[in-house]
C-alpha cells in the first residue's frame, strides 16, 4: 500500500541547531512531494513542494528538501532554527500526478527551546 | 492569500447526536472541498471530497450515511457527524480547492470534536 514514513515522532533542539527530518514514501512509479506546517492553533501551510526539476527544493521561511529518488525520501532541512519554527511538520505525497489524493506521514513534531 | 475558515474549532457533543462543521473558502470560490480526519499520533486521513454541487465522494471505509457531506455553494461545505459515538472522536480538517486538483488545496484550521 502507499504509505509515507516520518521517523521522528518528536524532535527536540535548541535555537541556531540545525534541522533535518526524515520523510520516506513507498515505491509508487511518479511522485509528487510536499512539506506542510501546522503552527500550534494555526492551520496546515505548504512549506515546500517537488513536482520534477532540481530535486533541492527550497521552501519558505529557510527550509529546503532534498528528493532523492534512490532512497525514496524527501528530507526537511534548515540550518538554524528558530523558538517559531516549534510546530508540527507534515510529509505528504500524491501518486500519479498533481490529481491524486495527498497521502500524509504521521507527523513530526519539533520543540525549539530558547 | 487564499483563506480557509472552519467552524467551530472545538466542539463537544453528547453521543447520539449530529453535530455540523462548516468549511468556508472567505476569499476565493472553492469548486472543491476535501475532508480529513486525523486520529491521536497518526496521520490525516482523507475522508471524502466534495465537488460544488454534486455528490460527495467518500473513501473506502468511510460511512457515507453517518458523514453527511454537503457543498450547497462555491464558498461552503459542511461535514455532518450524525448520530456520533465516542469512537468519532477525533480532529476534522477541511481543505479547499479553486480546482479538483488537492495538492493546490488550502486548510482550514481544523474542527476537535469530542463525544461524550
Known amino acids: 500500500a502507499q504509505s509515507v514514513s516520518q521517523h521522528n515522532h518528536h524532535v527536540i533542539l535548541s535555537e541556531a541547531a540545525s534541522l533535518e527530518l526524515g520523510c520516506n514514501y513507498s515505491?509508487?512509479?511518479?511522485?509528487?512531494l510536499f512539506w506542510y506546517v501546522q503552527y500550534p492553533g494555526q492551520h496546515l501551510q505548504l512549506l515546500l513542494k517537488?513536482?520534477?526539476?532540481?530535486?533541492l527544493v527550497k521552501g519558505i521561511k529557510g527550509f529546503e528538501a532534498e528528493f532523492i529518488k534512490s532512497k525514496f525520501s524527501f528530507n526537511l532541512r534548515k540550518p538554524s532554527v528558530q523558538w517559531s519554527d516549534t510546530a508540527e511538520y507534515f510529509c505528504?505525497?500524491?501518486?500519479?500526478?498533481?490529481?491524486?489524493?495527498?497521502?500524509f506521514g504521521k507527523g513530526t513534531k519539533l520543540s525549539v527551546k530558547p | 492569500g487564499a483563506v480557509v475558515s472552519q467552524h467551530p474549532s472545538r466542539v463537544i457533543c453528547k453521543s447520539g447526536t449530529s453535530v455540523k462543521i462548516e468549511c468556508r473558502s472567505l476569499?476565493?470560490?472553492?469548486?472543491?472541498m476535501f475532508w480529513y480526519r486525523q486520529f491521536p499520533k497518526q496521520s490525516l486521513m482523507l475522508m471524502a471530497t466534495?465537488?460544488?454541487?454534486?455528490?460527495?465522494?467518500?473513501e473506502q471505509g468511510v460511512e457515507k450515511d453517518k458523514f453527511l457531506i454537503n457543498h450547497a455553494s462555491l464558498t461552503l461545505s459542511t461535514l455532518t457527524v450524525t448520530s456520533a459515538h465516542p469512537e468519532d472522536s477525533s480532529f476534522y480538517i477541511c481543505?479547499?480547492?479553486?480546482?479538483?486538483?488537492?495538492?493546490?488545496?488550502?486548510f482550514g484550521q481544523g474542527t476537535r470534536l469530542t463525544v461524550v
Open positions: 481543505s479547499a480547492s479553486r480546482d479538483r486538483i488537492n495538492t493546490e488545496a488550502f
Open positions: 515505491y509508487g512509479g511518479t511522485v509528487n
Open positions: 517537488y513536482f520534477s526539476g532540481d530535486p
Open positions: 505528504a505525497v500524491t501518486y500519479g500526478g498533481s490529481q491524486g489524493n495527498l497521502i
Open positions: 476569499d476565493f470560490q472553492a469548486t472543491t
Open positions: 466534495s465537488n460544488e454541487g454534486s455528490k460527495a465522494t467518500y
